[in-house]
């Protein structure tokens, strides 16, 4: 694990470095002092040392104990044993204590290469707590991209222990980095969401409804053009017929005749041989006007007399015309009109423009949107207000036309990909008038209204966004103000203080969150004293209530300590001397059994009994007793440096640890309980830290400890001796220190001289133990 480095909200960072193995071994004091003060300088408030279990009670971490105490540097020694473990209920002390001092100034976490696994598991719970990032994030903020699968697996578990609400995986997500919404966003979110949807449905229901009725109106007023086109064309044709009639009898002129009827180009009059079945142009007039401007001559005229189109124009009868479109070369259309005379071989012909007959219609139109077409009975185009459609026959609103059994109607129609509104009028020649529009185009209007609308709503949106946004700020400021607070809170800071800013139901709730402030800080400070009276873990309980009467059954070590001469000390000084001796010898001897997860069971006069694997399981609680073991005789050997000083003769204690079976639980009554271990194991261990006196050492251990203590101390076998209570003599060891401690003793002659220990003849001097 490389070096790196952790932010916090604070503004404060956690410094982790794997090189205490290399800071042990090669700074001296001088280097140490130096590099304190510089951390002290760059705002380190707290120095966490997590050193392998090779370092414990050696000279250099007592070395570094000492140099921070004298230049006022915070320092806390982690157990590798219980982030190895790894021990959640630990995790949330170190947590705790950590997150504290990251309001103060950084925190520099220096352990060795050996626990970097353990602290790797360990650091991202840091973010967990409290619950911001998913345990997969914070994995990644100090491993990176790659934090190993069982680390991701330790961070889950852990966030599911302070949470025990989350999924059961790795992958839980708690919220990430900005995909989690505020109740502002929330709001922002549903407001927005009422009003797009009311408007949308609005606008549409009310688009529908006028588009709709834009038909209604649209394909009324198309009828009514039609129908109003059809009557005007039919009363124009049948003016045309009387006066094409009072030409062929010879009342009028054709003059008078192309006077009173603009749209004719030209008359003839045809007469037919019943014999030969020859037609001949008895007379043919040309509108002298007219014609030059469609180019119509008299030999064009002749030539479609003659023409096979000719027999046609006989087909008239007294009552009924006929009407027969013509095609010239150049592809313009002439309209035919032929009326029956006095018999069937005579015939009046009258040439009509069909531009002109359907020009002064034009001006019938509202608007130029709408398209007029005069039809013949088959669907052929006769004339058209806007040009010439293709292919006019294939036309929806003509075929139906065609096929309608009355003489009107309507329809919505599709053709080349475009919508349209038509209505027809068929006229008393068989003729049809159709008017249409594009549908896009009668619609504009409700189109128009549709983007107006939508404007409208787009407004309204941004200033109900405006108001939203604003209102919000009243209600989610106070929240996000009390969420930081409950975030200080749960790192252990009580000393927050909020003011309501409202009178409303948050303000109710603010005032109701600083009088449970206050009851938090009441009960952190009972908590805080209780805890110098008795284990943290048990003042826990104690305040959470769970501790009931009883025991159970449990196998740990204990240990018993006793200073040497202490009665002699108490009586040549004063009681406030003894006092100030023994709470500086208590404080320096508890460390050395916290650090190692023991716990101090009670102190009894100038004697301290402590246990490891009682309150919590512990593999290696023998181990952790001896290693506590050894700080205490580095301790001691600290003060009596100290003492010396002050003139305060020397002092030595006595130390003896035993593992077995006892029994653990709460022992007294309902008004006063008192955690704490009883059994064989108790007594031997207490008889055991007596036999220092008889032989002369300082710390003694049973064989049951031995024997899972391993190998990684120098031990000096005891004679056996009786103990009352034991039916067999009991074997013991001395404890001279860690095999590869240097510094420590090699045999009792030295340790008695290091430790001062008064030699008597008959002590024993022990042999190795093998």
Request: aromatic fraction near 8%.
């Amino acid at each position: 694990m490389e070096k790196g480095r952790i932010r916090f909200r604070s503004g404060f960072a956690l410094y982790h470095d794997p090189s205490l193995d290399d800071k042990f071994s090669s700074e001296g004091a001088d280097g140490i002092a130096r590099r304190v003060r510089r951390w002290k300088r760059n705002q380190v408030s707290l120095l966490v040392l997590a050193p392998d279990l090779k370092w414990m009670g050696s000279d250099e971490l007592s070395e570094w104990h000492r140099i921070c105490r004298e230049e006022g540097m915070p320092i806390l020694l982690a157990s590798v044993a219980s982030l190895t473990r790894p021990d959640f209920s630990y995790f949330r002390r170190l947590n705790q204590e950590l997150r504290t001092h990251l309001w103060k100034g950084h925190v520099l976490f220096l352990h060795s290469q050996e626990a970097s696994a353990a602290v790797r598991g360990f650091l991202p719970t840091l973010l967990i707590h409290p619950v911001e990032i998913s345990p997969d994030r914070a994995a990644e903020v100090v491993d990176g991209p790659e934090a190993p699968e069982e680390v991701r697996k330790i961070v889950a578990d852990y966030a599911r222990s302070i949470h025990p609400y989350l999924p059961q995986t790795a992958k839980t997500m708690i919220g990430k980095p900005g995909g989690r919404f505020s109740i502002r966003r929330k709001l922002l979110s549903i407001i927005t969401g009422i009003v797009v949807l009311s408007s949308v449905v609005i606008i549409t229901l009310t688009g529908d409804l006028f588009k709709k009725l834009s038909t209604v109106l649209i394909q009324d007023y198309n009828l009514s053009l039609s129908r109003m086109i059809g009557d005007a064309l039919d009363s124009d044709l049948d003016n045309v017929y009387a006066w094409g009639r009072l030409l062929g009898s010879g009342q009028e002129s054709p003059q008078s005749f192309f006077a009173k009827n603009a749209s004719a180009v030209s008359v003839a009059l045809l007469k037919r041989d019943g014999k030969t079945d020859t037609v001949k142009a008895e007379s043919i007039h040309l509108n002298e006007a007219l014609s030059k401007d469609y180019g119509v001559t008299e030999a064009e005229m002749i030539s479609l007399l003659q023409s096979d189109k000719s027999d046609e124009f006989f087909n008239a009868s007294p009552d009924v015309p006929v009407f027969s479109p013509f095609v010239r070369a150049d592809g313009s259309l002439l309209l035919i009109l032929s009326l029956w005379l006095d018999s069937e071989d005579t015939v009046q012909l009258i040439v009509l423009s069909p531009e002109r007959l359907f020009a002064r219609y034009r001006s019938a139109r509202q608007t130029e949107i709408f398209r007029l077409l005069l039809v013949d009975g088959q669907g052929r185009l006769i004339s058209a207000t806007d040009g010439a459609i293709q292919k006019i026959e294939d036309l929806p609103i003509v075929q139906s036309m065609l096929r309608s059994p009355v003489d009107n109607g309507s329809q919505l129609f599709e053709s080349e990909g475009h919508e349209y509104l038509g209505s027809f009028r068929i006229l008393k020649n068989g003729f049809g008038v159709i008017s249409l529009v594009p549908a896009d185009r009668a619609f504009e209007a409700v189109f128009r209204v549709q983007r107006q609308n939508i404007l409208i709503v787009v407004m309204i949106l941004t200033v109900a966004f405006i108001i939203v946004y604003l209102f919000s700020r009243t209600l989610t400021l106070p929240i996000v103000e009390l969420l930081h607070a409950a975030r200080r809170i749960e790192q252990g800071d009580y000393a927050v203080q909020i003011k309501p800013s409202t009178r409303d139901e948050i303000g109710s709730l603010t005032v109701a969150f600083m009088q449970m402030v206050h009851g938090l800080r009441e009960r952190q400070k009972i908590k805080e004293e209780f805890g110098k009276f008795v284990n943290p873990e048990i003042a826990e309980r104690a305040i959470q209530g769970s501790l009931r009467l009883g025991g159970e059954k449990k196998h740990c070590t204990v240990l018993f300590t006793d200073i040497r001469g202490f009665t002699q000390f108490s009586e040549s000084r004063q009681p406030e001397e003894v006092v100030d001796f023994l709470n500086r010898y208590f404080t320096a001897m508890v460390d050395s059994v916290t650090v190692t997860d023991g716990v101090v069971d009670k102190f009894i006069g100038d004697a301290i009994m402590a246990h490891w694997g009682a309150l919590l399981p512990q593999k290696d609680e023998a181990k952790r007793a001896v290693n506590s073991a050894l700080l205490m005789r580095q301790s001691l050997i600290d003060l009596n440096h100290s003492f010396a000083l002050e003139g305060i003769p020397h002092i030595n204690f006595g130390l003896g640890i035993n593992t077995g079976p006892v029994i653990a639980g709460q022992v007294g009554s309902e008004k006063r309980l008192e955690f704490t271990v009883i059994g064989d194991a108790v007594n031997l261990a207490s008889r055991i830290e007596y036999l220092n006196k008889e032989f002369g050492t300082d710390i003694l251990i049973s064989e049951s400890t031995r024997r899972i203590l391993g190998d990684d101390y120098r031990l000096v076998a005891m004679p056996s001796v009786p103990i009352r209570g034991k039916a067999e003599p009991q074997l013991t060891y001395a404890v001279l220190g860690r095999k590869n401690d240097s510094e420590a003793p090699r045999s009792l002659k030295q340790l008695r001289e290091q430790l001062r220990i008064a030699y008597r003849p008959g002590m024993p001097e022990g042999s190795d133990e093998p």
